[in-house]
Every structure is written in structure tokens, then in C-alpha cells.
């Protein structure tokens, strides 16, 4: 995908919501998807759709929802009988436009979706930046999970970290992709992190289950 309008696309419907920013190992078998993959590689863009009908593998092609992430290849695995291991990393919002085949697999036309903050909006990120990182590594404190790495500090990274790992469901997730701004995600991502917490250090200390994992 690029500016000059050539905005045709793979499409990779999965039962999981990818957020620009956030990285995602996959793996792939069936057949459809092999030759995808080889489309892919050849320069064809691919891009991950949550499911909003059907099921992720065999049988019919999943019905995507709306809107959805354009995605980099960091890594790809070939294994001797042709499936593969994925390490991706998700880019950009896109949505959905039309429909242009789905022999083997789904290909549409697609269009980029930008923040629409105002400037007014993107001056609040960086403090609910550090109020979400503040929340987030008070959740995982709480769960005495360790983490190998530093929490992010950069305004999408931590919001959409936080986000992508809440445990909310699968239509929950996608309803936060689609948010127009930025700001409102991490908003809501904030309100979402302070309730865990707050339910977290009401409960008693036998129903938390340490080491919980994020996911």
C-alpha cells in the first residue's frame, strides 16, 4: 500500500486484534494461506483482520470486520513441508473499501486511517502517556509478573500495549481499533487499566493468581 493509490492488499482474518506498534507471531499451514504468504514475499501487502464472522482456520473464508492493521515482516521461518513462522509487526490503521477476489484468500482494496486528533488532543498525550505507564506497571506489579523489558513511554506504544493485552473481548478490542483519535484510545485504555487495578487490590489476596499473564 502506498500514496499513490495502489491500496490492494492481502487480507489475513484472525480471531485477535492487531494495534500499530505491536508485534505478533503467527503460524502458517493451510494451504490458502501458504500461497498467500508467497504473494506476500513477492510484494503483495498484508494485512491482519479481526474476525467478525466465521472461524479462523479451515472451512469458509472468515467474514473481517471493518477496519484493520497493515503489517511489516520481521521474520519468516520456512519449515520442510511448506508451513511457515511469522514475527510481524503491525504498522498502520487501514479500512476496508471493496472486496476484489477471495480465490484463494481474501485481496481488497483498502485505504489508510490516520489519527484524527486535533492539536489541541495530541497535547494530552504525553501526559496520559505517563498516567497509563504509572496504571500498567502497577497492574503487573500487583500480579508480580516481570517483565524482561522496559514498558514503553512513547504515547501509541504504551496505549496500545496496554490495550492489546487487556483481556477485553475479541469485539471490545476492535471497537478500541476504531476509535478516530489516538487520545480517546488512551483515554479509555487509562479508565480500563484503573479498574483492573482497583478490583485487583479489593480482591482478596487467594483469588489473585500470581504470574498471570498479560494476555
Known amino acids: 500500500m502506498d500514496s499513490s493509490g495502489n491500496n490492494v492488499a492481502a487480507v489475513f482474518p484472525l480471531g485477535t486484534v492487531l494495534f500499530p506498534g505491536m ?3 503467527l503460524h502458517i499451514f493451510e494451504p490458502r494461506y501458504r500461497q498467500m504468504m508467497e504473494d506476500v514475499l513477492a510484494g503483495l501487502p498484508l494485512t491482519i483482520f479481526s474476525i467478525q464472522e466465521g472461524q479462523e482456520a479451515l472451512g469458509e473464508l472468515a ?9 511489516r515482516l520481521d521474520s519468516v ?5 511448506g508451513r511457515m513462522n511469522l514475527l510481524v509487526t503491525g504498522t498502520h490503521r487501514v479500512k ?9 484468500y481474501i485481496k481488497a482494496a483498502l485505504e489508510f486511517w490516520p489519527d484524527e486528533d486535533s492539536e489541541d488532543e495530541k497535547a494530552r498525550q504525553k501526559e496520559l502517556a505517563a498516567l497509563i505507564h504509572r496504571e500498567l506497571s502497577d497492574y503487573l506489579s500487583l500480579l508480580k509478573i516481570k517483565t524482561k523489558v522496559e514498558l514503553p513511554t ?10 492489546q493485552n487487556s483481556g477485553l473481548p ?3 478490542r476492535q471497537q478500541f481499533l476504531e476509535i478516530p483519535t489516538l487520545t480517546e484510545r488512551m483515554e479509555r ?9 482497583l478490583l485487583i487490590r479489593s480482591s482478596p489476596g487467594p483469588n489473585i493468581q500470581q504470574g498471570e499473564s498479560l494476555n
Do not use: C, F, Y
Open 23 to 25: 508485534p505478533l507471531p
Open 170 to 172: 475479541l469485539p471490545q
Open 63 to 71: 467474514k473481517p470486520a471493518s477496519a484493520g492493521t497493515l503489517i
Open 189 to 197: 485504555a487509562l479508565n480500563v487499566l484503573r479498574r483492573k487495578n
Open 154 to 163: 512513547e504515547p501509541e506504544m504504551i496505549a496500545h500495549l496496554s490495550i
Open 96 to 104: 476496508w473499501k471493496e472486496q476484489i477476489s477471495d480465490e484463494p
Open 77 to 81: 521461518e520456512r519449515m520442510a513441508d
